[in-house]
């Protein structure tokens, strides 16, 4: 069975400084991941996705995701966080042909100080 | 067009309501989904339809209805639910089976399900 896990429930930050969410995967053939992220009351909207094309994947709004294989980690990074980044992420395994059959982490709740 | 749009944005129902939530996509996706969030947890799946048809239900109890009537809308038909059923309902749209770059999932904006 394909899962993630999302280390670190909450994370907070000052603005300007870097952002690093940790999503760690199992899987036993090559996964497809991805990291939503969720604003209050709304739907997921995709930042990015590995899908073996590239280990570092470049997303929207200045994030981006490096695949490392032999630590079985996707860790999301910003590298200067702005105060509309906060909101919950969701890191996710898909098991391969249907994308949006995805087995989701538990989030990490993104907290942005002045 | 790359949206899923669900309708209504909330919905208030008593226990022995039916009521029917709506999903609708125009990217010629030909696999849809639903999903169910409790506040302050991850989407949990619960239905995937293929090419129109039920393809997996993952025990979802027979109160929660869904339908494909074409390959644009998904719907799920709600009778009898019960206060814990109060949840946001997620709809999604995907490419099957193509893979690589293609391989992505559209989410809607939820509708926020409140069960009194």
């Known amino acids: 069975a394909q899962s993630v896990t999302q280390l670190g429930s909450h994370v907070s930050v000052s603005e300007g400084a870097l952002v690093l969410l940790r999503c760690n995967y199992s899987s036993s053939v090559p996964p497809y991941l991805f990291w939503y992220v969720q604003y209050p009351n709304q739907g997921l909207q995709l930042l990015l996705k590995?899908?073996?094309?590239?280990?570092l994947v470049k997303g929207i709004n200045g994030f981006e995701a490096e695949f490392k294989k032999s630590e079985t980690s996707f860790h999301l990074t910003k590298p200067s966080a702005h105060m509309s980044d906060a909101a919950e992420y969701f890191c996710?395994?898909?098991?391969?042909?249907?994308?949006?059959?995805?087995?989701f982490g538990d989030g990490t709740t993104l907290t942005v100080k002045p | 067009d790359t949206e899923v749009t669900q309708t209504p944005k909330h919905l208030v129902m008593g226990m022995t309501n039916k009521k029917s939530l709506k999903c609708e996509q125009h990217?010629?996706?030909?696999?849809m989904y639903w999903y169910k969030q409790k506040a302050k947890k991850p989407p949990e799946l619960m239905f995937v339809y293929s090419y129109e048809k039920l393809s997996i239900n993952e025990s979802v109890p027979s109160r929660f209805s869904p339908e494909c009537p074409n390959s644009s809308l998904l719907n799920l038909h709600l009778h009898a639910l019960q206060p814990e059923d109060s949840a946001l309902y997620l709809c999604?749209?995907?490419?099957?089976?193509?893979?690589?770059?293609?391989?992505?999932?559209?989410f809607g904006q939820g509708t926020r399900l409140t069960v009194v």
């Open positions: 590995y899908t073996s094309a590239a280990t």
């Open positions: 999604a749209s995907s490419q099957v089976g193509t893979g690589g770059m293609n391989t992505e999932a559209f």
């Open positions: 996710a395994v898909s098991k391969g042909a249907n994308a949006g059959k995805s087995t």
């Open positions: 990217m010629g996706h030909r696999a």
